[in-house]
């Protein structure tokens, strides 16, 4: 075995000390070549594939999916002498040896919504790297069990009254229960009480891994520490509509949404009560205000929750976020963001109309001191001097740390957040 190298896990940068297997992309027994991505590592920002540096054939995998390593310790084993000969052994030996695996795929609510998965899962009992060895014989088969002649309606009959036929002795042709079997069975007390439910199927378990693990850690935490409450405000969203259209008519690769005038009048917004860009520091008992706007959005992706940052807000214009908030958003959902693009947001916005709902509760991003949810923009009926109507109209959630800041300063933002979007020409200015 002189010719095996173990491949430690690598360092992949941003201070990390470790990384998550999402899933592996080769077995033991396969050949490898140099470069050729082995595993999905998961770290605290995103999903990558890791490559081998060694060709040659697997011996060992150093973990199952959801499994965390460190990094420097081993990730894989490559046999790198191995020849045609040998590898074509190790490759029939090892079907044996390979984990069980399944296909695993689900929904679950992380805070700002559903995230799907693709990677799979070890089924309960089979071992990461099972020795080679005789398969184990398989379980002897139940002796048959006889049925007792009734016709369908005597054992619906007797599910309902909890009469186990097989204790009933039938009169009809063959042994066959009647109904009036059934009936004297009752009388003399063969009820043996309710039926038992037929079988299920197990529940599903669907085990928390990569961005999914660390967004449930995160939300648990900023759920436990802050004590955080919320307000809500619907406002006319027509003048912002308008805006929108004269926008992206003269910016028509701009990709100017209405979320992303949002942010820019939420940048306004915080500029007059910054006490909601900041986070409270409990080692020192103290409220940190940052100096800069920092947007954080969150993002629907295949392995999860994400939330991109568009750095330096205030010092945008709208068009210029619509443009950043587009590239960051198509990055984070196919996987090529980059991991400092994910982190030191200081204020994060959460689309709930993305899912086309009205409204929701988030939960803030921890360390932050709030966030703002954002609904659907709908027509509803709405009171225009003093005449009702139909507008279209957009529901503003905020939820805020109350160490923080208190109710007047949480409400004073989303009123003037409130006032800005049914004239947002007060606030927004093209460079």
């Known amino acids: 075995m002189s010719g095996v190298r173990d491949f430690p896990m690598p360092d992949l940068g941003e201070g990390l000390t470790e990384g998550e297997i999402v899933r592996w992309l080769v077995t033991v027994g396969e050949r490898v070549a140099v470069d050729q991505p082995v595993a999905e590592i998961s770290t605290e920002k995103a999903?990558?594939?890791?490559?081998?540096?060694?060709?040659?054939?697997?011996?060992?995998?150093?973990?199952?999916?959801?499994?965390?390593?460190?990094?420097?310790?081993?990730?894989?084993?490559?046999?790198?002498?191995?020849?045609?000969?040998?590898?074509d052994s190790v490759r029939t030996t090892s079907a044996a040896a390979a984990p069980v695996e399944v296909a695993e795929s689900g929904n679950v609510l992380v805070g700002y919504g559903t995230s799907e998965t693709g990677h799979r899962r070890r089924r309960a009992g089979a071992p990461?790297?099972?020795?080679?060895g005789t398969p184990a014989p398989a379980p002897a088969a139940p002796a048959p069990r006889v049925a007792?002649?009734?016709?369908?309606?005597?054992?619906?009959?007797?599910?309902e009254l909890g009469v186990d036929l097989t204790t009933v002795s039938g009169t009809g042709p063959g042994?066959?229960?009647?109904?009036?079997?059934?009936?004297?069975?009752?009388?003399?007390?063969?009820?043996?009480?309710?039926?038992?439910?037929a079988a299920e199927a197990p529940a599903e378990r669907i085990r928390l891994a990569g961005p999914r693990r660390i967004t449930a850690e995160r939300l648990t935490q900023s759920h436990r520490d802050a004590p955080a409450a919320g307000a809500w405000l619907t406002a006319d969203a027509t003048a912002l509509l308008e805006l929108r259209r004269v926008l992206a008519a003269r910016h028509p690769d701009g990709r100017v949404t209405p979320l992303a005038l949002i942010l820019r009048l939420c940048v306004a917004a915080l500029h007059r009560f910054p006490l909601l860009n900041a986070h409270f520091d409990s080692a020192a008992g103290e409220i940190v205000v940052a100096r800069a706007v920092h947007l954080g959005v969150a993002v629907q992706a295949p392995h999860g929750l994400l939330v991109p940052v568009i750095r330096d807000a205030g010092a945008r214009s709208a068009v210029?976020?619509?443009?950043?908030?587009?590239?960051?958003?198509?990055?984070?959902?196919?996987?090529s963001i980059a991991a400092a693009e994910l982190s030191g947001s200081t204020f994060t916005v959460s689309n709930f109309g993305a899912f086309g709902v009205d409204g929701g509760t988030p939960i803030i991003n921890p360390p932050e001191a709030a966030i703002l949810g954002v609904g659907r923009i709908a027509e509803r009926p709405w009171v225009v001097d003093g005449a009702v109507v139909a507008r279209r109209v957009v529901e503003l959630s905020l939820v805020f740390d109350h160490r923080?800041?208190?109710?007047?300063?949480?409400?004073?933002?989303?009123?003037?957040?409130?006032?800005?979007?049914?004239?947002?020409?007060?606030?927004?200015?093209e460079d």
């Open 404 to 429: 923080v800041c208190d109710g007047g300063v949480a409400g004073g933002f989303l009123r003037l957040l409130g006032d800005l979007v049914e004239h947002p020409a007060l606030a927004i200015a």
């Open 47 to 87: 999903v990558v594939e890791v490559p081998s540096p060694y060709a040659g054939v697997v011996v060992t995998l150093h973990g199952g999916p959801g499994d965390v390593v460190p990094v420097g310790r081993p990730l894989i084993s490559v046999d790198t002498a191995a020849g045609s000969a040998e590898a």
């Open 148 to 159: 007792t002649p009734a016709s369908p309606l005597v054992r619906r009959l007797a599910a």
């Open 128 to 132: 990461a790297n099972a020795a080679v």
């Open 320 to 335: 210029a976020i619509a443009a950043e908030l587009s590239r960051l958003t198509d990055a984070a959902r196919d996987g």
């Open 175 to 197: 042994g066959t229960v009647s109904r009036a079997d059934l009936e004297r069975a009752v009388e003399r007390g063969a009820v043996t009480g309710a039926a038992a439910p």
